[in-house]
């Protein structure tokens, strides 16, 4: 397939794909059902609405939205019994695609870790940040920057599978991963610096594949080729960097958010290493960015499915 470059062209590619179904937990809310609605009319996916259907009628009907369009599932119950049933929605195979609406975090969460219903595989869950930035040729895949809080060693491996695999399902045949560091020399007083030579070392034998891994990179070395030749670093990655590999989850979660209020940017968000894709997006996400996390996971979903 051809190589995504940009979320723009990934909304018009997830319409080639789609529509594929997803299950909303808690749909009463309009920033949520503005993106589902243009999801629907864009023929990207269709979707069961799991909440009150008599609070959601009201979010709806203001809004000039057919709920006859939509499979209402209607549960009076609290946000856990929610969540569980929006989870089995997807975890008996009626939906693709799970989606946070107003739902707390936890209570959602809660719902996809369920032992007897949820969509565990057995792998690490984490998320990844897409961000189309004005003057890149490419979309930037950062990860992690809101689950795994200080990742060990081998987390840091699963978090790069995930993240290359999402990367293959947006056409990157061989996704480009910079462990990222303040600095681009091992120091033994920066732990993330010995892991990130380390993660490098592991993908050059082999032991991570699908992709080609180097660090430690400072960010400045990782996105600008001239940066990486004005510090002389000879790399396949340096500069050309698709998925950028944070330490913990303060330096991802402040990279993202620097990106989405500072830049001229297109954002969406996905919940990786489940049984299907999630879409866990914040409350102050705008529409767009909600459309767009839907639009990467019908791709996701798709490219899983063959």
């Known amino acids: 397939m051809k190589r995504i ?4 062209e990934l909304l018009a590619f997830a319409k080639e794909v789609g529509p594929k ?3 909303v937990a808690l749909a009463e809310d309009p920033d949520v059902m503005e993106a589902v609605e243009n999801a629907r009319k864009e023929g990207v996916a269709d979707a069961f609405l799991v909440g009150d259907a008599d609070k959601l009628k009201k979010v709806t009907d203001p809004m000039g939205i057919d709920l006859s369009n939509y499979q209402v599932v209607d549960v009076k119950g609290g946000q856990g019994e929610i969540g569980i049933e929006a989870v089995k929605l997807v975890s008996s195979g009626k939906a693709d695609i799970l989606m946070k609406g107003m739902i707390s975090t936890a209570n959602f969460l809660r719902g996809v870790l369920n032992k007897e219903v949820g969509l565990r595989s057995g792998g690490t869950l984490s998320h990844v940040y897409l961000h189309q930035v004005k003057g890149y040729d490419r979309v930037f895949f950062i990860c992690d920057p809101a689950f795994n809080i200080a990742p060990d060693f081998q987390t840091k491996v699963n978090l790069i599978n995930n993240t290359v695999n999402l990367a293959h399902a947006f056409g990157i045949d061989t996704p480009k991963v910079a462990a990222l560091a303040a600095v681009e020399v091992v120091n033994q007083d920066m732990p993330c610096t010995i ?5 490098t070392q592991m993908n050059r034998r082999g032991q991570i594949k699908g992709c080609v891994i180097d660090g430690p990179l400072a960010l400045d070395n990782a996105i600008s080729e001239e940066s990486a030749k004005h510090k002389g670093i000879v790399s396949e990655v340096a500069g050309k960097a698709d998925i950028l590999h944070v330490p913990d ?5 402040m990279l993202a958010k620097a990106i989405v209020y500072f830049a001229d940017n297109k954002t969406a968000g996905l919940v990786l290493g489940a049984k299907a894709p999630v879409v866990l997006t914040s409350r102050s996400d705008s529409p767009e960015t909600k459309l767009l996390s839907i639009a990467s996971a019908v791709v996701l979903a798709a490219y899983q499915s063959k």
């Open 21 to 23: 179904k997803i299950a």
């Open 5 to 8: 470059t940009s979320l723009v």
């Open 249 to 253: 989850i303060e330096a991802g979660n």
């Open 195 to 199: 892991d990130a030579a380390a993660l």
